[in-house]
């Protein structure tokens, strides 16, 4: 009895390092196994054409008590070296200080988390802000109504 256990054991091992192969191309692949729809809007900001994506799905509540939205930011790979950052900001910004969320990570699809507001009344503007490394700042505007998603 002891010497089918220890060749069960072997045998049992060796299963448990075969069941996960056939779920490896979903765990490498670039998007969420069930990643909800995406809402895609493209704008140009000066000489920068970019396009701003997020998921239809409602704002979430962030730690700060105010409700929060991701979008990414997608470049032109030609127009990579030549921004310093890109802001996000409902409303229109101010000045330079108060430009909003700075995009962050990934050079080619940069993120940022904006605030949103709670109820919105539809009219509200998402501003883009893109500022390069001769100090000049570009901005475009896009609806909000029908870019924050999840109702």
């Not at 070296?81 to 995009?103: E, I, M, Q, S």
């Not at 700042?137 to 896009?142: M, R």
Request: net charge positive; charged share 25%.
């Amino acid at each position: 009895m002891r010497r089918l256990w220890q060749r069960g054991k072997f045998h049992l091992s060796a299963l448990m390092l075969l069941v996960p192969l056939p779920f490896l191309p979903n765990y490498f692949s670039p998007k969420p196994i069930f990643a909800p729809p995406e809402i895609r809007r493209d704008l140009t900001a000066g000489a920068f054409p970019l396009r701003l994506v997020t998921y239809d799905e409602a704002p979430h509540w962030g730690g700060n008590g105010e409700r929060m939205k991701e979008y990414r930011i997608h470049l032109r790979p030609a127009d990579i070296d030549r921004v310093r950052g890109v802001f996000l900001r409902v409303g229109k910004p101010r000045n330079l200080r108060a430009a909003g969320a700075l995009g962050f990570g990934n050079p080619y699809e940069r993120e940022a988390e904006v605030a949103v507001p709670a109820e919105p009344a539809g009219t509200e503007e998402l501003w883009v802000t893109v500022e390069d490394w001769n100090g000049q700042v570009h901005q475009a505007s896009t609806p909000l109504a029908g870019f924050l998603g999840g109702k």
